[in-house]
């Protein structure tokens, strides 16, 4: 199987924390880097040619996911955060706790509050700063209601059952 792309650029190199895991087949590029117990699953690209991408500790960047940053707009996940499958940052911050739902999108300038849920789908513009706590759903992205205590509980088991899933992995046994 083949192993994970990393990639300097010019003097750029990624950080990857030892106990960091990047599965076969994902690309992480340039100004990149990932905190301890992080995980980045199959197909996803972290590409940081024009500014930082921070990765926090125990953050899921789950399959075919894209991170990305322009000039004077890092992307910044801090920690415990999780990317669902094909989700989209670009240039944008996300605090600590936050989960981004399957195929949404964060764009340039937005800041995602502590402990949020953007739902599957939404689209967060440019600019946007999102309150801690919330969920965020359609196209603009609006907040639409506080979490429910079920909300919560997902976003604080799902940053722990990924780095299990990581473990696991990193272990396969390729056939």
Same mark, same amino acid.
Request: aromatic share 4%; net charge negative.
């Given at each position: 199987? @083949?192993?994970?792309?990393?990639?300097?650029?010019?003097?750029?190199?990624?950080?990857? #924390?030892?106990?960091?895991?990047?599965?076969?087949?994902? $690309?992480?590029?340039?100004?990149?880097?990932?905190?301890?117990? @992080?995980? =980045?699953?199959?197909?996803?690209?972290?590409?940081? +040619?024009?500014?930082?991408?921070?990765?926090? %500790? +125990?953050?899921? &960047?789950?399959?075919?996911?894209?991170? #990305?940053?322009?000039?004077? +707009?890092?992307?910044?996940? %801090?920690?415990? !955060?999780?990317?669902?499958?094909?989700?989209?940052? #670009?240039?944008?911050? &996300?605090?600590?706790?936050?989960?981004?739902?399957?195929?949404?999108?964060?764009? *340039?300038?937005?800041? &995602?509050?502590?402990?949020?849920? $953007? @739902?599957?789908?939404?689209? !967060?513009?440019?600019?946007?700063? &999102?309150?801690? *706590?919330?969920?965020?759903?359609? !196209?603009?992205?609006? =907040?639409?209601? +506080?979490?429910?205590?079920?909300?919560? @509980? =997902?976003?604080?088991?799902?940053?722990?059952?990924?780095?299990?899933?990581?473990?696991? #992995?990193? %272990?396969?046994?390729?056939?």
């Amino acid at each position: 199987m @083949a192993d994970f792309f990393l990639g300097a650029l010019g003097e750029h190199e990624p950080k990857i #924390h030892p106990e960091a895991w990047v599965a076969p087949g994902a $690309v992480v590029v340039g100004r990149v880097t990932l905190g301890a117990r @992080a995980n =980045v699953w199959y197909g996803s690209v972290l590409r940081g +040619e024009d500014e930082e991408i921070v990765v926090g %500790e +125990e953050c899921n &960047i789950q399959d075919l996911s894209c991170l #990305h940053a322009d000039p004077g +707009e890092p992307a910044v996940l %801090e920690d415990r !955060v999780s990317l669902g499958h094909k989700a989209m940052v #670009h240039g944008a911050h &996300i605090e600590t706790g936050s989960l981004i739902g399957i195929g949404a999108i964060v764009l *340039g300038g937005a800041r &995602i509050g502590a402990d949020s849920l $953007v @739902a599957a789908g939404a689209v !967060v513009p440019p600019g946007k700063t &999102i309150p801690a *706590g919330v969920l965020v759903a359609g !196209v603009p992205g609006k =907040v639409v209601r +506080e979490l429910t205590d079920d909300d919560r @509980a =997902v976003l604080a088991y799902t940053p722990g059952a990924y780095v299990e899933k990581a473990r696991l #992995h990193r %272990e396969a046994r390729w056939i």
